[in-house]
């Protein structure tokens, strides 16, 4: 059976019926054509109920064609599965589209959620803070969540491809209707770069659903033109399909761009000067059920007729408060929709626009508004009463006047959303009863409707004004192009849009959050005044449409009840995004790999296949483990460690932070940022140090080495060392800029591969290499420069796991080579370690692990540096804060070791030392490492404790989740104490 | 999204930069009194209105520079380079 | 105070809610004060009664330069817990929980306190370990915590991504912790402040301080001059300003902190979660939106306003944890002005001025901090001395030393 489509008219509108399109609404099969939105497919197909109003179940039919809608706001499926709260009145109806009303149980014609219309009394503005208080709100909260919501989260998989983009331009024009079409063209001939953006597939705005004789040719024609000329321009870029959501600071904007189908592009624009042609929005009229199905916008009325061909209903009356909406009854009846009344708030209405109406026969009621509405499902009929002198109240109630449909027109608002993001105020403008900008302090111009010129004629001519003054402030050269129209409008605006009769409780201010009159009023009897408070008790213009249709009214309103002029009582602030943005989109392609790019050691392949299992260490990907012949975790860390211990094994510390520091000052200079003495380090010797932040607390340790009188290498833990390298450039910029030292960060120039155990130095005199590595040239603690293989190579005997340790420096391209080398001439009597291994062994030997074994307040002196610090003459960076009261404390948490006095217990790290139960249990400190050392064969531990140093050897509590067990406190070294295997 | 230009490079995105908090701060010595060591430290100007501070072109020539700016407005009123003194903004 | 109760919802409905009396009074300002309390936020409010509660002062003043609750009390993710890892910062926080949990009726007012569970994800094996020394350290404070494998984490939060880019290892969750209504908590204490005769003055903005001999006796104000026995400032973001004007200086940063708001839909997310390492928060509210945000933008500011780069940097840390949010739309975007401490810790007793107090230094948390922030600061006006809770969130601290640093300790900055 062919679908019907009863409403839609034989010919007009700018849809192509040789290309219909089928779809399905809550399952039932429709047709639309091509060029539809799915608002004005279902308005043909003689749709009215679509949806459930948000808090009383109420039905609600499409009331705009536009951005502002706030009832079809319908779960659409794009393919993949359904996604919710799509704008059907924006939103191109596509080819088996399926959609639904997101509300409605059982359905959305039959829905039992009505009974809270029936009790809707009961749930006035901020109820539910006067009760659901006992037992608790959380006993109440499920239900009222699951009511909540305007659909269910998108299901599926995500189809949709997001990009980032960067633009910046001399010009960016919001807004392609006549202002912005004009704006352009006048622009063109400057040669600054322009950006056009619309959100709408074609350009043209209010031209497309009114059409217009523009230069004498019809605004088809002139559109048609106008984008030839400016695709045309090369300095002229126009995006269609897209929105601009947000207006940030220093005149940066973001659109969201929607031009291709399955992608979405984020762009963000610098724009030197920004045009506002953003247009304006009719307002609705607020009186007795005014949210029936039926009841739409009256140029929306308009805009489905001239744009897609569909008349809203076959009789419908057409109510308001200006000029403007003649023109929709007229076309309304032009295209075989009977208009029984035009009913107008105004008195005096002008003599030319009633002799239309007179002509059409469509009798005019003036000085009058409605009074209610009626209508099972949809809308059948109205009624129309009289407005009393003082306009207070209504006199002279009509009989019911039978339609389907009524057009409303309340006037329009500028809409300033972007305006009024970008920090620009608004003020009250009395004769057209909306708001329109003022002032802002960034670069940008509001011209047409935007302005509150809601006349074509004003539009054009200054929208070509703008556009050239805009192009000349962002310093070029142009003049307004000659755009003129025949077509006269008038607008005449009288500020009634609130019927004052009827039962408040029943007449809508903000359709999308269902907030009514009654609401208003009482916050205002409760004193809820300020315009936030009256927004936030009574979530008016808090839901997703902003408050675009309702937050005028709501001003209004409150205004009225507060006795105040309308100036006074201010307007809300609006907020990115204009329109709710997908936030696939915003975050583009930075997820999964890109969330985080990771960092890749330069051996990685050779880590790869040697069974590495990889963890992230901040962004590096470094083996954890090596899980060879499938060994798992716990015996790849073992065996790692022994093989160590016992013969060798070869680390992977690339990642481990590399600064070098040159000039005459480069001691000095180090000198004031370690808390070690650095001027007394010979060249070709190394020495261990801390740094600490100006508060004195441990910000990074890690060895420096004097490579030549004048040349220094620091290494910072590999966590730190972004973060080390600019903390040096900025106290050396800073703080110190006549010392004469040059810092460069050359972390991922070297590849650095640690050879540690026994027998590392036999290993290292089997290769190719132009270093001594006896013991005589190269001790514990000492620098040498050659080559090794054939490549530069420094190599520094330094030690974190307790064993004799080379540390060798190649070129990061060569590091992979260097591994290969050594681990084929080792053979069996060398093993790979990983990171986890590495730190155990570190565990053992009682080595500080920055940001494990210290936190955010542990300072030097905890770890055992006072005497360092005793013995340096000089300041350094953080001293003088070691020398105030509390960084003197004898109870500070200090730097010991562990271990449990029972060999059964587990200790972990994390447990806390405790004081005993009787004297009120409190925290001592913390077990901050601990492992079983395969070593020793027990557990031991690092840990943080109160009086730590002079505690060695007594029994203290831990507490770990709940359970208790004693350990002793010990030397944090567990490992060779002397040294001798070390420095062997 | 601010716009700051790098007096060595030029105008770019905030992004490239990193904020150094409050500048022309002077350091005191060793035997600065525990009062006067923590409003060095610790205690900010934090106006409303003109800030005096520092920032990093750290994805950029990595140098550190001066900037004015207005702290409510975002407004940028100069842009100096470090050891010079506080511009007059009248 | 009128009783609010279902009986006395239906009795209003069947009279069209025409018998509703004020929430609070709108005075105009009086003379003299036996204390003003400048800033009508959570904090300031909270002060007001429990110093009219507890302490039996009646003639206060609280004055704000906006609406009440308009600062950050109304402009917060409404996150309440207490999983604080120092002795100190547990005691206070988890004192204001317990407040919490009996705010409701307390204040005859719904603050609709939904304890839904904080969860903090782990996203590596040492940031376990880490979370274990924390939940300890709350545990020992006598506050629940629960350590979690990833399992349990996806039971919690099915839509989460176990193995994003980071994949997650564990967390720990206190149960206690959770959602609550912020401008419900204004309202209600105001209503309450109210009813107990406290003058809540809006539209007046404080200029200067009348301080003579080092003591404050008064105020200036947009509204005219005040005289106050007692002075204490709760003014969130603007607490560098309003120490300036008293003449001292304060160890403050004022920054945007934002927030977001997605398009509200049926329940999906039913505990509060965060990630120290991709920096997020996110829960859902009652309403259905998603409320979210991370760090604070990274300078000064006093702009009530976000910026694209956190914007951005918000939004793929959730889309990385929840990659089923990614066709869910950003509805809004906001900021609030957060005081930020170098220990991220609260200012909180008393100034180098007598008689003129301090609550300030809230950070990000100040929020969850309001029963108890107002409860001890009443206290330490009252009694000219610090509440025993908050002794050590003196300005002293800076001098000594003796710095609570919660981020540091945790990994989180509060």
Not at chain 3, 252 to 272: D, F, G, H, R, Y
């Amino acid at each position: 059976m062919a679908p019907t489509q009863k409403n839609r008219l034989t010919s007009g509108g700018r849809i192509d019926r040789s290309k219909p399109l089928s779809f399905k609404f809550n399952n039932r099969k429709l047709q639309g054509y091509q060029g539809d939105t799915i608002a004005s497919a279902l308005l043909a197909n003689d749709i009215s109920t679509v949806n459930r109003s948000f808090k009383y179940h109420r039905r609600r039919g499409i009331m705009s064609a536009g951005v502002e809608e706030t009832n079809a706001l319908l779960t659409v499926s794009d393919g993949k599965g359904d996604v919710p709260v799509v704008r059907t009145t924006v939103r191109a109806l596509v080819d088996d589209h399926q959609i639904k009303s997101p509300s409605g149980f059982p359905s959305v014609n039959f829905d039992l959620g009505r009974v809270l219309d029936f009790t809707h009394r009961l749930w006035t503005a901020g109820f539910y803070n006067k009760v659901f208080k006992w037992p608790n709100w959380h006993w109440y909260e499920g239900m009222v969540r699951r009511m909540a919501g305007l659909g269910n989260l998108p299901g599926g998989e995500d189809g949709n491809r997001y990009f980032h983009h960067n633009l910046h331009c001399d010009l960016l024009i919001v807004g392609a209707g006549p202002a912005g079409l004009a704006a352009a063209l006048s622009s063109v001939t400057s040669g600054a770069r322009v950006l056009l953006v619309e959100q709408d597939h074609e350009l043209g705005g209010s031209l497309l659903a009114n059409r217009a004789l523009i230069n004498a040719v019809d605004s088809d024609l002139w559109i048609s033109r106008t984008r030839s000329a400016l695709e045309e321009a090369v300095n002229v870029t126009v995006m269609t399909s897209s929105t601009v959501s947000g207006y940030y600071d220093h005149n940066v904007l973001t659109i969201i761009d929607r031009s291709t189908v399955g992608v979405k592009r984020f762009w963000k624009v610098r724009a030197k000067e920004v045009l506002l042609a953003t247009g304006a929005i009719e307002q609705p009229l607020v009186f007795e059920n005014n949210d029936r199905p039926g009841i739409m916008l009256a140029h929306a009325a308009m805009e489905y007729v001239n744009r897609y061909a569909v008349k809203p209903a076959d009789v419908m009356v057409v109510v308001t408060n200006n000029d403007s909406a003649y023109q929709v009854a007229f076309t309304l009846y032009d295209n075989g929709v009977r208009v029984p009344a035009i009913v107008d708030a105004r008195k005096n209405i002008a003599n030319e626009i009633v002799q239309q109406a007179n002509q059409r026969g469509i009798p005019i009621m003036s000085n009058s508004v409605i009074l209610n509405t009626f209508g099972t499902s949809v809308l059948s009929s109205v009624r129309v009463g009289t407005l009393s002198d003082d306009g207070k109240s209504t006199v002279n109630p009509t009989d019911e006047i039978a339609c389907q449909g009524l057009a409303i027109s309340g006037g329009f608002n500028p809409s300033s959303d972007l305006y009024s993001q970008a920090g620009g105020n608004l003020q009250y403008a009395a004769e057209l009863a909306c708001f329109v900008p003022m002032q802002c302090r960034q670069r940008v111009t509001v011209a047409g409707a935007a302005q509150g010129k809601f006349s074509l004629a004003e539009a054009l001519t200054e929208g070509a004004c703008a556009g050239s003054e805009a192009a000349n402030k962002a310093g070029f050269t142009c003049a307004p192009i000659d755009v003129t129209t025949s077509t006269t409008s008038s607008y005449n605006l009288k500020a009634v849009r609130i019927t004052p009769a009827g039962d408040s409780s029943r007449k809508w201010v903000d359709f999308m959050a269902d907030v009514t009159v009654a609401d208003i009023e009482l916050a205002v009897r409760e004193n809820f005044v300020s315009v936030q408070h009256l927004k936030r008790y009574t979530t008016t213009g808090m839901s997703a449409d902003q408050g675009k249709t309702s937050n005028l009214n709501a001003l209004t309103l409150l205004a009225e009840l507060t006795q105040k002029p309308i100036g006074e009582v201010g307007t809300t602030t609006f907020r990115p995004q204009f329109m709710p943005v997908p936030m696939g989109a915003i975050a583009g392609q930075r997820h999964g790999d890109f969330y985080t790019p990771a960092r890749l050691l330069p051996a990685h392949d050779w880590h790869v296949r040697h069974g590495a299992v990889f963890e992230n260490y901040g962004a590096w990907k470094r083996p954890e483990y090596y899980a060879t012949n499938g060994r798992d975790r716990e015996t790849a860390i073992r065996e790692e460690v022994l093989a160590l211990r016992r013969s060798a094994g070869l680390f992977d510390g690339s990642p481990l932070g590399k600064i070098e520091l040159t000039g005459p000052d480069a001691g000095e200079f180090l000198n004031r940022i370690y808390v070690n003495n650095v001027l007394t380090l010979k060249p070709g010797r190394i020495r261990y140090g801390l740094m600490l932040s100006e508060n004195g607390i441990i910000i990074d340790d890690g060895v420096f080495a004097r490579l030549a009188d004048d040349h220094y290498l620091v290494s910072t833990t590999s966590a730190n060392a972004d973060r080390i390298i600019a903390w040096l450039e900025e106290w050396h910029q800073c703080e110190w800029p006549d010392l004469e030292v040059i810092i460069s960060t050359v972390t991922s120039q070297w590849g650095v591969t640690t050879i540690a155990g026994p027998n590392a130095r036999v290993l290292l005199q089997g290769i190719e290499s132009d270093i001594d590595f006896s013991a005589q040239a190269l001790p514990h603690m000492s620098v040498a420069t050659g080559t090794l293989l054939g490549v530069p190579a420094r190599v520094q005997r330094v030690s974190y796991t307790g064993e004799m340790s080379f540390e060798i420096n190649v070129p990061a391209i060569q590091s992979q080579r260097v591994i290969e080398a050594l681990m084929n001439l080792g053979g069996n009597r060398i093993a790979p370690i990983g990171v986890e291994a590495s730190l155990l062994l570190r565990t053992e030997k009682g080595y500080l692990h920055v940001g494990a074994d210290t936190d955010g307040m542990t300072n030097a002196l905890d770890v055992g540096f006072a005497g360092i610090v005793a013995k340096k003459q000089s300041d350094f960076v953080g001293r003088r804060s070691l020398l105030r009261a509390d960084d003197q404390r004898k109870d500070r948490r200090q730097f010991v070791g562990v271990e449990p006095l029972n060999d059964n217990e587990n200790l972990q790290s994390g447990a806390h030392f405790v004081t005993p139960q009787d004297e009120g249990r409190r925290s001592q400190g913390i077990v901050t490492s601990a492992c079983f050392s395969p070593t020793l064969k027990r557990i031991i531990g690092l840990g943080l404790l109160e009086r730590g140093f002079e505690r060695k050897g007594e029994t203290v509590t831990v507490f770990d989740d709940g359970r208790t067990f004693d350990v002793r406190i010990t030397e944090p070294v567990f490992y060779d104490p002397s040294g001798e295997k070390m420095n062997a | 999204m601010l716009r700051l230009s790098c007096p060595w490079c030029g105008t770019r995105d905030e992004l490239e930069f990193s904020f150094g908090g409050e500048s022309h701060l002077t350091r005191p010595t060793l035997a600065a009194s525990d009062a006067i060591w923590s409003d060095y430290l610790f205690n900010k100007e934090n106006p409303k209105g003109i800030h005096f501070e520092r920032w990093m072109h750290s994805y950029g020539c990595g140098r550190w520079f001066n900037v004015a700016r207005d702290t409510v407005t975002h407004e940028i009123y100069a842009v100096y380079k470090m050891g010079l003194p506080k511009p007059d903004l009248d | 105070m009128n009783g609010y109760s279902f009986l006395s919802v239906v009795r209003q409905a069947l009279n069209g809610h025409k018998g509703w009396p004020v929430v609070w009074r709108s005075p105009e300002p009086k003379k003299n004060y036996d204390v003003v309390i400048v800033g009508a936020g959570g904090h300031g409010l909270a002060t007001a009664y429990y110093l009219a509660k507890n302490h039996f002062i009646k003639n206060i003043a609280v004055l704000e330069k906006g609406w009440l609750g308009g600062g950050n009390t109304g402009r917060n993710t409404q996150i309440t817990r207490s999983n604080y890892f120092w002795p100190q910062s547990a005691a206070f926080f988890d004192h204001s929980l317990k407040l919490y949990e009996h705010l409701g009726q307390e204040l005859n007012f719904n603050v609709m306190l939904s304890q839904r569970g904080m969860l903090t994800l782990a996203h590596s094996l040492h940031e376990l370990e880490g979370m274990r020394r924390w939940a300890n350290a709350i545990k020992i404070n006598d506050i629940d915590a629960e350590v979690l494998t990833p399992i349990e984490v996806k039971k919690l939060v099915p839509l989460i991504d176990l193995n994003c880019r980071f994949p997650i290892r564990g967390g720990f969750i206190q149960h206690r912790g959770g959602i609550s209504r912020h401008d419900a908590v204004a309202w209600g204490y105001a209503r309450a402040a109210s009813a107990y005769g406290v003058d809540i003055i809006q539209q007046c903005e404080v200029t200067a301080f009348n301080i003579s001999s080092g003591r404050v006796t008064g105020v200036h104000t947009t509204r005219g001059t005040i005289g106050a026995d007692k002075i204490s400032i709760a003014v969130a973001g603007h607490t560098s300003e309003l120490a300036r004007m008293a003449d001292f200086r304060v160890p403050v940063t004022s920054m945007a902190l934002q927030a977001m708001v997605s398009e509200p839909i049926k329940p999906c997310l039913n505990t509060v979660v965060m990630s120290p390492i991709i920096h997020m928060y996110a829960s859902q509210s009652d309403r259905g939106e998603l409320v979210f945000g991370g760090g604070a933008d990274l300078y000064n500011s006093y702009a009530q306003r976000g910026g694209i780069p956190l914007l951005q940097e918000n939004i793929a840390a959730l889309l990385e944890l929840f990659p089923a949010f990614s066709r869910l739309r950003l509805m809004r975007q906001w900021a609030g002005i957060v005081d930020i401490t170098p220990d991220t810790s609260p200012l909180m007793g008393l100034t180098p001025v007598q008689n003129l107090y301090i609550s300030g230094g809230w950070g990000t948390g100040g929020y969850k901090a309001i029963p108890a922030g107002g409860e001890t600061m009443a206290y330490t006006i009252a009694n000219d001395q610090p509440h025993p809770l908050i002794e050590d969130f003196g300005l002293e601290r800076f001098e000594s030393g003796a710095l609570i640093d919660e981020g540091a300790a945790s990994g989180v900055a509060h």
